[in-house]
């Protein structure tokens, strides 16, 4: 077994190699030859912690494993992240554990290419403003891989704790890109391209607020009761996500299927789009969202990226159970 520590993954897994694997992996999942299996996610009542575990299998990829771990708010006063979370891989010939590898710098890698792989295939090829809500640890990842998918000229932020905006603020200063911080309206009718990743459990843009044209990547949505937009946009807009089953359960689209705006029929998996098989944008002024529920065979993607990597390059430890 190889054991690949946060620093290894780091510096072997690139944001690029990162869009490559998930894009591939959400194509596989469109054609059937991926498969996540049920997500188990539950409250501790401890440390007001939310746990479970992520997994599935890729046949064409030849990945199979499990993601174990979530989210402890507490975190972060302690000098930690909030998100905690480590990756098994198995043989899938043999089940025998392959890599051990640390989850918390390739959640934050995937889950911003997921978004990335959103603007890539959504958004209008024009997009010239990005909005930013949410300014904690993910949010500059999210940022670091939009940049790279359109020609953004400017950055607008909103976060409910205002006083973490400067973090973000530096990273685009360090992307050369002039960065304002507004209130949600003012992003609203600004933003080309919305990504929305914060811990909210209420609507924070509504639907007024969204110009025509507009892609929003909701991706801080992946438990039941959470929420960050208006359900009334998911009604107005043509609605994509990683995972069907996993967008009406634990997503962003779980409140306007639950209130009966939209169906189920309604949403489109992005692979469907990635493989020509189903349309994604086909006006200018068709709004357009990505409901980015995070699902294990992103974690898995990424995590072979590292494995391989770390395989070719000499990297890690090996040890035997
Ligand atoms: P973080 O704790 O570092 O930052 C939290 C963000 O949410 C900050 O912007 C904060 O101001 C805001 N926030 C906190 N409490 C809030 C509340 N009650 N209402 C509204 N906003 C609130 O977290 P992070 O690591 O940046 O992750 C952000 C969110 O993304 C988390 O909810 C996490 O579960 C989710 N997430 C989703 C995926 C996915 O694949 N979809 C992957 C990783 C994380």
Known sequence: MLIIPEDVCAQVVTPEAAFTAVEGVFAAMARGD????????????HADALYGFKSGFDKVGMALGVKSGGFWPGNMARGLTNHQSTIF??????????????????????????????IAHLARPDAKV???????????????AAVKQRAFEKVLAWNPHPEMLPKLAAVAAELGLPFEAVDREALGAAADVIITITS????????????????????????KGKQEVDANLLAAASVFTDEVAQSISIGEAQHAIATGLI?????????????????????????????????????????????????????????TL
């Open 89 to 118: 891989l198995f043989d899938p010939d043999t089940g025998q554990l392959q890599a051990l590898v640390g989850g918390n710098y390739l959640t934050a890698i995937r889950t911003a290419a997921a978004s990335s792989v959103s």
């Open 200 to 223: 909210a459990f209420e609507p924070l843009m509504m639907r007024d607020w969204i110009k025509p044209g507009t892609h929003v990547a909701c991706m801080g949505t992946d438990t």
């Open 130 to 144: 990005l909005g930013m809500v949410g300014a904690g640890h993910q949010s500059t990842f999210q940022l670091r």
């Open 263 to 319: 169906r189920e029929g309604d949403i489109t998996p992005i692979g469907a789009v990635i493989n020509g098989t189903q349309k994604g944008r086909t006006n200018a002024d068709q709004i357009t969202v990505f409901d980015g529920t995070g699902v294990g065979l992103q974690d898995l993607a990424v995590a072979h990226v590292a494995m391989r990597a770390a395989q070719e390059r000499g990297l890690g430890s090996r040890a």
């Open 34 to 45: 991926a498969r996540n299996f049920p997500v188990v996610r539950e409250a501790l009542g």
